[in-house]
């Protein structure tokens, strides 16, 4: 459309006689509507992308974990991306209640964290293009790869005798729930950790509605699987397993070049 508003322009001025200069005028406002136009075509194009984003997923507590994700184009449809994914795994039984000694929160039965380590090799694919700032583009993302599962202890302050002298440990089914106090501190017990090797593999929507040429801001919608070479116990009194399942969305922002 500015190339045929700018060439009307040109035309109408050129039938005015004695307007050499308001020609040369009209000449110089049709190049630069095509320059601008062109640059405004090629203002969102990029090469690569870095994103970091909040995961909240079906397996996980508030705030599921953290992600990163490094890709570059392979070509204007298709990206490849490398991942990394760190993410607190819950057992679907999992229910925190208050203990009646301080009103403090805890996991009854749970005696094991797990913490998701996932590495992801992948393809984006761009279902639909963004244009120049504005609208969305969505992409269809494809990954999987290895995970390393670390089990941590997971400690509760408890009090034998119900009395004020509290000890903590990792929980087990010999402590009755009210005589829980609360968790244990913070990262308690992690040199205590154990590793478990497994893999992951994921599909999802991503949609970047960013309107900022040099920034990424969106959110991806998807579903994962985790499994593990054992099953792992993160409650003793229930099942164990070995694979996790999840739904997850995936808040992101990030910048491309």
């Known amino acids: 459309m500015r190339y ?19 020609k040369i005028t009209a000449l110089l406002l049709f190049v630069s509507c095509f320059t601008v136009f062109g640059q405004t075509q090629d203002s969102y194009e990029y090469q690569s992308e870095f994103t970091w984003g909040i995961n909240k997923n079906t397996s996980g507590g508030l705030i599921g974990g953290f992600t990163f994700k490094k890709a570059r184009k392979l070509n204007e449809r298709v990206l490849e991306t490398f991942g990394l994914e760190i993410m607190n795994v819950k057992h679907p039984q999992e229910v925190r209640r208050n203990s009646i000694i301080t009103g403090n929160f805890f996991i009854f039965g749970k005696s094991n964290y797990l ?18 700032h504005q609208g969305v583009e969505i992409k269809a993302v494809f990954a999987a790869g290895p995970s390393l599962g670390l089990v941590a202890p997971y400690f509760v302050e408890y009090s034998p005798d119900s009395g004020f002298l509290t000890f903590r440990g990792q929980y087990n089914l010999g402590i009755p729930p009210d005589q829980i106090w609360g968790t244990g501190r913070l990262f308690e017990g992690i040199g205590n950790s154990t590793m478990v090797l497994g893999g992951n593999v ?37 099942k164990k397993y070995a694979a996790y399942p999840t739904l997850y969305i995936t808040l992101f ?3 491309r070049k």
């Open 253 to 255: 922002y990030g910048s």
């Open 115 to 132: 913490y998701a380590f996932r590495l992801q090799y992948g393809r984006d694919l761009i279902l639909y293009k963004k244009a120049p």
């Open 202 to 238: 994921k599909a999802a929507l991503n949609f970047e509605t960013g309107a900022i040429k040099s920034s990424v801001v969106g959110f991806e919608v998807g579903a994962l699987l985790d499994a593990y070479a054992k099953e792992i116990e993160l409650m003793p009194s229930a």
């Open 4 to 22: 045929f508003r700018a060439l009307k322009v040109f035309q109408s001025l050129g039938r005015m006689r004695g307007f050499k200069k308001t």
